[in-house]
């Protein structure tokens, strides 16, 4: 553990709900996204789980996941006490599973720190995430206030929601902590270019920092329905009933764009999210010609004249490309999916496809 | 077998020791193009030996193979009789292959027809390929000429050698037999195009029709070589040691060339070597977006605006092709191959390549 990020009473929550079919066919209904090793050796959820022990002993990491892709969890992480695997019976966005996650620390510990991040996110290096982790947990220590990190942004992205940042509200050795102006829904390219072009807009990336009181006075005043739902599940109540009459909201739209007491922490070193197979390149080096490639151990790419090419495969096989640019070529066991990196937001629409003609594909 | 093609002494000769690299992840080392079934159904030296079957008995089919092969050809083809395989020790193209089997049929009847034609083409309808092999044996059935059936041009082929005929000789039953005025080497293509614009220019597609003393005559005056060292092999002789000094030159050269008694039979039904993954359209139709797919038993093809694209695989995969036009894409049990459909040819390229560095893939 790093000693200058070992908080005595610090959490880390790890969101491990999405479904991942952006993936597909690599993801699969039984293998979302956090399960695949997508930056390479383990699965992402490993690799996240790894990056909080350094931070926090296994007995203080949480993972919130589907009930049915708990069994999963288990196996990725055998390190894990069964009773930080939170079930949800269902998908309902983030704000009920923080919630979920809040009122379960809080039986623990209830002014205990958190740190909540996604299962499936790449961010490096790790020493820079340790130093605004404790950048926050000095601000948000005292109860006072809801910490989202924000990412600076590389590209004019159309896929995030943004913050405007305001004024510097302080800073904790050299990690600024910043007034939140507004939160914005995911803009057109054009609005995105412009925030990027006038500074002091940051990607909202779903990385938060709080006290467990503080989040959940936060949601008993802006979410109450989940708090009324889920405290006390376990002793009396059926969590399957208590989910099912919860809606299924972001806790960005639940809380964070309602509370008065939000403030960003600004990253500007390497994050992704690695949402689609077109933004392997932001997760694994190009080779001599441009291309990008993860393959099998004794699998091999064969190149005449192709560039920027994303390749992804999972057994020995060799992949020849002739003649073709910025093409995406996935091969696993049964399937094969062929799109140009552009089009890779459209692999759901062939997984739609799928679920009516062929849901065995799935 | 068919009423007025079946020739009392007729034999078909099928040659089929193609190597067939250009299919290339679909035809290997193992198995060439000739036992394929590129063009559904069955493989192709299976559908070519069906074809003879309606004109001959299979005692008087022989087909010429890679000694390394021949056990394949007895797989592929179970009635054939063994002692009509005839096994060349290594490939020396037509001329050689077209001796051996010439006078493996003079032993049996020196005057017989022969019709030769490649393993591994589609030509159709039967009955109108069965009426231009009666024509030739008509034509040729008095010994004094050679017959080379002449493909009318759809396009103007660069891959092809072209005849240019001259003058009608003679028509039997409507099919008519023209003198041939002189081969052409393969050309460019604003030269294949004025042949198509002057007319009168067939595709020399390897076909031919001869009596075995006719071809033999012809061998002895313009390749003696090939006789002189295929003569009674097997009574004294040894084929390997007859093989390894023979030069390897197609019989078009050796021979058509040079010979004066060679008349071209047109046909202007369906014909394609299937040269390569692009011919895929001339043997399959197109679906309703105009791709055209080969595909497993239980294999899917799901398109998300793709036009134009081949697909060929083996298993019961699903495969997804999103916003690509005119792209080839294949997959085999350890190879997947990516390539624009105008790139066919670069195939070859790969295979170098691995001859190089992964023979495990030829």
Redesign the interface.
């Known amino acids: 553990m790093n000693e200058y990020t070992s908080q005595p009473d610090l959490y880390a929550v790890i969101m491990a709900g999405g479904s991942g079919t952006r993936f ?2 690599a993801s699969r209904a039984s293998r979302p996204k956090q399960f695949m090793p997508i930056a390479g050796g383990s699965a992402m959820i490993t690799q996240t789980v790894a990056r909080m022990e350094e931070m926090v002993p296994i007995e203080r990491v949480l993972v919130v996941t589907a009930a049915h892709q708990a069994e999963q969890v288990r196996e990725a992480l055998p390190g894990i006490p069964d009773e930080n695997i939170l079930r949800e019976p269902e998908s309902r966005n983030t704000a009920p599973c923080i919630a979920l996650a809040a009122l379960e620390i809080a039986r623990r510990s209830e002014q205990a720190m958190q740190i909540v991040v996604p299962a499936d996110q790449v961010i490096e290096p790790p020493d820079s995430f340790y130093a605004t982790v404790k950048a926050a947990c000095t601000e948000a220590g005292d109860g006072d206030c809801l910490i989202t990190l924000g990412i600076k942004p590389t590209f004019p992205a159309t896929g995030y929601g943004y913050i405007q940042a305001g004024e510097t509200l302080r800073t904790h050795d050299g990690t600024p902590v910043l007034a939140v102006d507004r939160f914005v829904e995911k803009p057109d390219e054009e609005t995105a270019r412009g925030f990027i072009e006038s500074g002091g807009y940051f990607w909202n990336a779903g990385i938060f920092a709080w006290r467990t009181d503080a989040i959940l006075a936060a949601l008993n005043q802006h979410f109450p329905e989940a708090i009324a739902a889920l405290d006390n599940v376990g002793t009396g109540k059926d969590l399957d009933a208590a989910y099912a009459g919860l809606s299924s909201v972001p806790i960005d739209i639940a809380v964070m764009e309602q509370a008065d007491n939000v403030r960003v922490i600004p990253i500007d070193y390497r994050w992704s999210d690695v949402g689609a197979w077109d933004a392997l390149p932001e997760v694994h080096p190009p080779d001599a010609d441009g291309n990008y490639a993860v393959l099998g151990q004794d699998g ?1 790419l ?1 190149n ?2 192709s560039k920027g090419c994303i390749t992804w ?1 999972e ?10 640019e910025d ?1 995406i ?1 996935v ?1 696993t ?8 990196r552009d ?1 890779a937001q ?2 759901k ?2 997984v739609e ?2 679920k009516q ?2 849901p065995r ?1 799935l």
């Open positions: 597909w066919p091999l064969i005449e004249d495969t057994d020995d096989s060799v992949v020849a490309l002739i003649g073709v093409m070529v091969r066991e049964n399937a094969l999916l062929v799109c140009p089009r459209d692999v629409k062939i496809q799928l003609k062929a594909f």
